[in-house]
């Protein structure tokens, strides 16, 4: 039997960044993270509470106890299946940082696609773990972590290039959150770290959404790094956060 997971929660909604932006996913938000991002708004704690939403897209949370059980979850699944057949385009785990879990994942993923297919969400800097994962997963969306809006205290573009090199050949795409003080050097440091890889990868630019629900970049602004990215890679969007946008989780 494979290890159980801390899971904050667990809840149905439509994707709001990158790739899959506008697809419905059932979220699987796992506890625990390796950075500690200024705008980051989910408690990553681990705890022994979790929640459960008590019916796919109801907004509503009933008590989930931890850590669970790859059994337990793939009866979620089946019954939310069941209750919205089709609804669904795939599960997406998200955190917190998953592949801080990536030896049970390993072990989960193969269970878990036999129904569904996996969108992992990364913070783009454990290339290592996602050696273990990356065949199980259908979509990875990779963040880099950019000084101006994430804060992070160190330089993370060397581990972001590690994981990108591990992710080649997967379905992989980058998104960035940029605000009215990204400057130019980090756009251009982004596009060469994704063009000395692939310079076909998508690249998503997502502006950033500021505590009392405005955008913390104006249009031109994010014009501007988009004509710069644009003039580097082939495939460079702009999405601001979709879910936020419709009011939905």
């Known amino acids: 039997m494979s290890d159980p997971l801390y899971i904050s929660e667990i809840f149905s909604s439509i994707q709001g960044e990158g790739m899959l932006?506008?697809?419905?996913?059932?979220?699987?938000?796992?506890?625990?993270?390796?950075?500690?991002?200024?705008?980051?708004?989910?408690?990553?704690?681990?705890?022994?509470?979790?929640?459960?939403?008590?019916?796919?897209?109801?907004g509503t949370f009933i008590n989930l106890s931890l850590p669970l059980q790859l059994h337990r979850l793939s009866v979620i699944f089946k019954d939310w299946q069941s209750q919205l057949q089709g609804a669904h385009h795939s599960v997406s785990f998200t955190g917190g940082e998953p592949l801080l879990h990536a030896d049970t994942l390993a072990e989960w993923f193969p269970e878990i696609r036999k129904s569904i297919p996996i969108h992992l969400e990364t913070n783009g800097t454990l290339h290592f773990a996602l050696r273990q994962v990356k065949q199980y997963v259908d979509y990875i969306s990779m963040d880099m972590k950019l000084p101006s809006t994430a804060g992070c205290a160190e330089q993370l573009w060397d581990l972001h290039r590690l994981f990108l090199r591990e992710a080649h050949g997967s379905n992989v795409s980058v998104k960035v959150v940029v605000g009215e003080l990204t400057p130019e050097s980090e756009i251009r440091q982004v596009c060469d770290v994704i063009s000395s890889v692939d310079a076909t990868t998508p690249l998503f630019l997502q502006p950033l959404s500021m505590p009392d629900g405005s955008i913390g970049i104006t249009a031109g602004q994010i014009l501007h790094l988009q004509e710069l990215a644009s003039s580097l890679l082939s495939d460079v969007r702009v999405i601001p956060q979709m879910h936020k946008l419709l009011g939905a989780l």
């Open 21 to 58: 932006a506008g697809r419905r996913q059932i979220f699987v938000r796992l506890m625990e993270c390796n950075l500690d991002c200024r705008y980051c708004d989910t408690d990553f704690e681990k705890s022994d509470a979790g929640h459960l939403e008590s019916k796919p897209g109801s």
